[in-house]
């Protein structure tokens, strides 16, 4: 039995963590889920860290969803690179799934947007833990996450 | 009887360490503070580091207000990456508390908003190391520590 | 029997993979490959240490393609500073090779650029590897991967 | 006997070494001094880390002045980060005193921003390791080193 | 008998390492060199690194000439901070040499300037190595590598 660890936060507008969970379930079975909240995308780092220490987690998926601002920009850049830090201390991958405010054009996009990036990098933590042959045979086929996927220069 | 560090800065202009201390005491009990001040935030890491390393911290609060200009910005980014470093080397939370000069239109407001902020972060603090599953019931509800919450998109 | 460890994206739109491997078995022998496929650039960095890891690699090339827009810049950047990290760790190289969207005037254009600065940079691993006296012998003569070389200012 | 150290740079326009040393004489006892000096700000890290390595200092003031241009602000952001790290290795304090051209307009104001900056800079290394206890009497009154201090907002 | 190592790149226009190593020999004795070239920038920091644990050297020039682009920018943002994290791991100084196309105005003055910084640089290293207590004697003396030193001011 693998163990998927969710790490999301309270300032998110959209429950990402119930989202990626509602997902996994529906797309294989073999795992249990360990989920953890925290206030914002700078909490992640250290909650994902302790979800590998303390949880054992075989894989970790961290939703955020940072502002539009210059400084929101900033905070996701400090997350993402002490995400990509915590990978190389546990050899372990997080699959981070952030949405940017800015990325939607209102809220209704953003909610949506949120909820389908979240579904979509959910199938690819699961197939990064269990399928990785399949990852292989879709190499540079440019698969996006949320929005419509580009597909492969013919 | 857990330990919660508070490490802020002479650089700020308002107490908020002080402020910190205070919003603990009325959210909870449990717990012991152990405090230092040092000059700015790029102080704040190792402030922290020592106060895991040397006064058994469970979790640290740190708190400092960055000037409005392009290089206190660089500052605060450089303290923010050091604060992430310390989290994962110890695996305990620091929650960050920064409040940016231009944040605010006036004094006043920036008064308000570090104190506000405080004592909504200082409430986050302790939730983290007493009631993490409290915060799982707010994954993805908007909050927002200082400025008015935005909530959840329905 | 030295090991080559590639590491590529779903996200690229051409199979940067496939062709590294098809340019270092034109290249010469002595090695056998080892492949993993991740859906981004910022999952790179631990699939390539794991590649080091758990499947002995000697050098590892990563590959990716990111966007053009600014948010796909700090993506690459922060897998770049992973990238390097990975190295620092392990003592041994890890040959990035990215494509930015916005390097190329159009779609035949960068999968042209694509498949050349692969070819090119999988030239330079096996020589990493092999041949790095043939390096210093290179040394200074403004070496280009994709496009034209610059060449030496006489 | 406490250990103080001192890095400067050849780059720099002033002797800050020197003035930084003489303020520490002025402010107090029980200490010694050690000192080198390095071409530019990017080579302060090591020579700090070797500071606390070799010369087992208890706290080091790292001292510069990085040029006006934007490649400079460059250099001036990976020299802060490397010390924070330093400080993050070794579990001491770095007071990192760094004074950037374009903040005087002449070279009168430089010299004297450059001197004052680090006199005030000297005294918080002597205080963060001799009275730590004064530094939280000092919480949130708006400090400044060099430039006049802008004190609490009331 | 000290070891000198020198990493420079394929990708720099002027043969930077063989410039070092004539300045080097000219400058005195005590020493042997280890040179090693790779692809880019961004290859140095592991080079380096190797340089040190395999070759055991005693200190490191890096040399590398970034293109004058803003995404070339980044990566000499990369590699310097690379460069730094090796230092840190192995407590011995890297002296970096990077000339950006941009800074020279022609070809001419490009490989002018390549070659004075290596030379000026060389010698530091040499005396950072040797004679450090000279590079005391010239702290805050305004010096430059490659233009002319601005100096002290009065």
């Keep these: 039995m693998k163990v998927i660890g969710i790490a999301d936060t309270t300032f998110s507008r959209i429950d990402m963590g119930a989202v990626a969970i509602d997902e996994l379930r529906k797309t294989g079975t073999g795992f249990r889920v360990e989920r953890v909240t925290v206030p914002g995308v700078k909490d992640l780092p250290v909650a994902c860290k302790k979800l590998f220490a303390d949880k054992n987690c075989d894989i970790v998926i961290a939703l955020g969803m940072p502002g ?3 400084i929101d920009k900033m905070c996701a850049h400090e997350a993402s ?11 372990r991958h997080i699959i981070e ?4 405010e800015n990325e939607a054009k ?4 953003l909610a949506w947007l949120a909820e389908s990036r979240t579904r979509e990098h959910a199938k690819n933590a699961f197939q990064v833990l269990f399928k990785p ?11 996006r996450q949320g929005f419509k996927d580009v597909g492969p220069i013919e």
């Design 106 to 109: 209102n809220e209704k996009e």
């Design 81 to 91: 690179t002490g995400l990509i830090q915590v990978q190389l201390m546990v050899d």
């Design 68 to 70: 539009g601002e210059e």
């Design 133 to 143: 042959e399949k990852l292989i045979r879709m190499a540079g086929t440019g698969q």
């Design 97 to 100: 799934v952030f949405v940017h």
